[in-house]
Every structure is written in structure tokens, then in C-alpha cells.
């Protein structure tokens, strides 16, 4: 695992509730992507935990999902939303009102999980997250899958809602914002680079391999990462959407991505 040099880990308690966090805002994604990311969790997550969806719609979610309201982001009317709501994972709705407590692993509606994430709970550190692939000298991480402490850091999103302007200004979108706030703490650290993979990048075959051969599972992955304009539903049958890395289809999605 890589990380800052002004990381200072911290051990996760070893019984310390485990938390899973998925976010459904809008009509984008359906239940089906909130039961499908459960039912990948409960595959490839040992023992115990609580499965959680912040959601502004929970009809058709199945019912080992506790769905709660996503708490207040507060942002100004008309502005892009770009994530932001990601942000209210930190909001302290999730311990007082809520009554969650532990270490939390946010994931993506979107993502597949192909190997064990019981890991993800394992190794040491307070905050982690996936390193940027396409920047690596970056110290932004993708949200796609963090790592943290329910209720550790409410200024996050106490910060984000005083100085919306400015930290709109300087960071484009909430995963900048995010991955700055740790690491101005010293608590910025990255996953193993081989768990998270993305589809895009690492999956499909390099140019003009991509014409001949399927898209793979790299070696060492955990879960796959779709960002872009591209989803499962997309790479299980093949498209592209538009995106210049046009992949064959992937019909081994389907034995992963399901209830």
C-alpha cells in the first residue's frame, strides 16, 4: 500500500462494527444496483456487517438494506452537483440520528466485486482510498471505494458547507476536496493498487487488442471500478457509449454482478 509520507496509520479496532455504505440519489440507478452490490458484499465479505443506503427513494431495495435519508448536503441552489452529496457520509446524521457506529467502506452503486473485500477491512490506516490511476503523481483519490471511521471527521462537511465558494473554485469535484482535507490531516493513504481496478484503464486490452480480444479481470483485483460514461450493464454486452476504448463484450460480468 502507498501512501503520503505524512501518513500516520491507525489500526482498525478488530471489533469494530463493519459498515458497508452505498449512496442512491435520483432515478440513474435503480434498487436493482443497490441488491446486486449487497448481494456481492454478502458473497465476498466474511462475517458480519451492516449494509447501509442513503437514499432518497428506497421502493424495490431488498430488505436486508437499511435504507436512511441522505442528510442535508445544504449545496446552493443551481450548483453542479458533481458528487458533492458523497460528502454527507460524514455528516453527523449517521451517529446521532442514525445510531451508526464503527468503520464504514463506501462503495459505488456501479461496482463489481469479483474477489474477497474482507481485506478492505484489514489493513491499517484512518482514512484510505483508491489513487487516482490516470494521475498517479496526484494525490487525488477515486471515491469509488473509502475507507473511514463513522462520525471520526464532521468537518469535512462542515467545512464544505461554510466555504462551498472557495472549495468550489479550487477543487473540481468532492473526491479532490475529500482527498485533500486527509491528506492536509496526515491521514491520506491508498489501497493496494491492485484491488481496485479500473475497467476502462485495466480490463479492456489495449489498442488494438481491444478489437480482438474480451475485456479481463487483472490479476490481484477485488472489485472493478466503472467511471466514465460506461457501466456494467454496458461492458456485459459491449458498448462503449462513446468512449474511445470500445471493448468486445464481457459475458463474465453477469457471474459476478447478480443477486
Not at 449494509?51 to 446552493?76: A, H, K, M, S, W
Not at 468503520?103 to 482510498?129: H, K, M, Q, R, S
Not at 487488442?209 to 456494467?232: C, D, K, T, W
Amino acid at each position: 500500500m502507498s501512501a503520503p509520507a505524512t501518513t500516520t496509520p491507525a489500526t482498525t479496532p478488530a471489533n469494530s462494527e463493519r459498515v458497508i455504505l452505498c449512496m442512491k440519489w435520483g432515478t440513474k440507478y435503480g434498487p436493482e444496483y443497490v441488491n446486486r452490490l449487497y448481494a456481492m458484499v454478502r458473497r465476498h465479505l466474511r462475517g458480519d456487517f451492516r449494509f447501509v443506503c442513503l437514499t432518497d427513494r428506497g421502493e424495490g431495495v431488498r430488505p436486508e438494506v437499511e435504507c436512511l435519508p441522505i442528510p442535508p448536503l445544504d449545496l446552493p441552489p443551481g450548483s453542479p452537483e458533481r458528487g458533492w452529496t458523497k460528502l454527507t457520509t460524514f455528516s453527523d446524521d449517521l451517529v446521532g440520528k442514525y445510531g451508526l457506529r464503527g468503520t464504514a467502506l463506501f462503495l459505488d452503486l456501479d461496482v463489481v466485486i469479483v474477489g474477497d473485500i474482507t481485506p478492505f477491512f484489514e489493513v491499517p490506516g484512518e482514512f484510505l482510498i483508491i489513487h487516482d490511476w490516470k494521475r498517479p503523481w496526484r494525490i487525488t483519490g477515486n471515491s469509488s471505494v473509502y475507507r473511514f471511521t463513522l462520525g471520526a471527521h464532521p468537518e469535512v462537511l462542515a467545512k464544505f458547507r461554510r466555504e462551498f465558494d472557495a472549495i468550489r473554485a479550487k477543487f473540481r469535484n468532492e473526491q479532490a476536496y475529500l482527498s485533500d482535507e486527509m491528506h492536509q490531516k496526515g491521514l491520506l493513504a491508498y489501497w493496494d493498487a491492485r484491488w481496485c481496478a479500473s475497467f476502462k484503464y485495466h480490463s479492456i486490452p489495449r489498442w488494438p487488442l481491444n478489437y480482438f480480444q474480451a475485456p479481463s479481470i487483472p490479476e490481484g483485483a477485488r472489485i472493478l471500478i466503472f467511471h466514465g460514461v460506461m457501466n456494467p450493464p454496458d461492458a456485459l454486452a459491449g458498448r462503449s457509449n462513446g468512449n474511445w476504448r470500445k471493448p468486445k463484450p464481457a459475458p463474465w460480468i453477469a457471474d459476478h454482478w447478480h443477486e
